[in-house]
């Protein structure tokens, strides 16, 4: 017996002991019993893993499919194919009514329908009619007229454009218009019709980006009116370098308006600055402004000569 291994002869069996042979039998049945554990954990982790991405998938897709569901509509220049049918291949345009006149089956009302169910509404003609038993319509939207968004105020080129996209947003609409004119307003007004009901938000172009709050850049749609009024103003007169109307800028004061029009003239005085405003009545007051109040649109400041 050596290094703590011993024999025990007993017949008709021979038992060897050995300390090291038992330690690595106890090492490779912790190891194996650690495996197990490890692969049931990380199979519950795939399994979990594999959930979210279907679900995520899922959402994805439902959101593209309510994006793409672009709705035909007057001014719309269409080619309507039907298979094995050359004959009936038409391009046309949708009227003011928003139909279309059809071979064999005359008048086609599909305003309003997307491009799918109109057509699923000529097939059904053409089968219900007894032209084709089995009818396969393709419509292509050739050029998207019906479907355009006024954009009108102070925009560098005010005008209608047609929808390019089926999830066109705000943002992008003024910048196909060339942007917000320099005397523009940071709150442009979106009119519309939603769900069959009139529609009217007032959104903060600036504050939107500023502030990162994305969910008001929202889609627009056919028939939409994008308006921009003339920003909010403010007018200086008096003993001042540039006296005329200016821009209010966000979170302006008194001082930063005296800045704008210059500064005082050798001969004003900032004693001499008063404030005609309109109160909640509407009633003109003249007022004493500190120089840190906020600048009110239609503010009209007067700097007086000194008298000494």
Not at 143 to 170: A, C, K, M, W
Not at 179 to 205: H, M, N, S, W
Not at 219 to 233: E, F, L, Q, S
Request: with cysteine.
């Amino acid at each position: 017996m050596m290094g703590g291994e011993f024999t025990i002869h007993y017949s008709p069996f021979i038992i060897h002991y050995s300390p090291l042979t038992v330690h690595r039998s106890l090492f490779t049945v912790h190891c194996s019993l650690f495996t197990k554990t490890m692969m049931m954990v990380l199979k519950k982790l795939l399994h979990a893993l594999l959930l979210v991405l279907v679900a995520g998938f899922a959402t994805l897709a439902q959101t593209q499919d309510k994006q793409a569901e672009y709705q035909l509509g007057p001014g719309d220049t269409i080619r309507v194919l039907v298979f094995q049918n050359p004959d009936l291949t038409l391009e046309t345009r949708v009227s003011e009514n928003g139909t279309i006149s059809y071979p064999l089956i005359g008048t086609v009302r599909i305003g309003g329908m997307t491009v799918s169910r109109a057509e699923q509404t000529i097939a059904n003609a053409l089968r219900t009619g007894g032209f084709i038993k089995q009818p396969q319509v393709n419509i292509l939207l050739v050029v998207s007229r019906g479907n355009q968004v006024s954009v009108l105020g102070l925009v560098n080129r005010p005008g209608r454009y047609p929808l390019e996209t089926f999830n066109t947003r705000i943002s992008e609409m003024l910048a196909i218009a060339g942007g917000v004119a320099p005397t523009g307003a940071d709150v442009v007004i979106l009119t519309g019709t939603r769900d069959g009901k009139p529609f009217r938000k007032e959104i903060d172009i600036a504050g939107m980006l500023l502030n990162n709050n994305l969910q008001e850049d929202i889609v627009v749609a056919g028939g939409d009116v994008i308006y921009v009024h003339r920003a909010p103003m403010f007018y200086i007169y008096g003993e001042v370098q540039r006296p005329g109307s200016f821009r209010i800028e966000r979170g302006m004061t008194v001082r930063q308006a005296l800045a704008q029009a210059g500064g005082l003239t050798p001969r004003g005085t900032e004693r001499g600055l008063s404030l005609q405003r309109r109160n909640a009545e509407g009633a003109l007051e003249t007022l004493r402004p500190n120089f840190d109040d906020l600048v009110r649109p239609d503010d009209v400041f007067q700097v007086r000569e000194s008298l000494f």
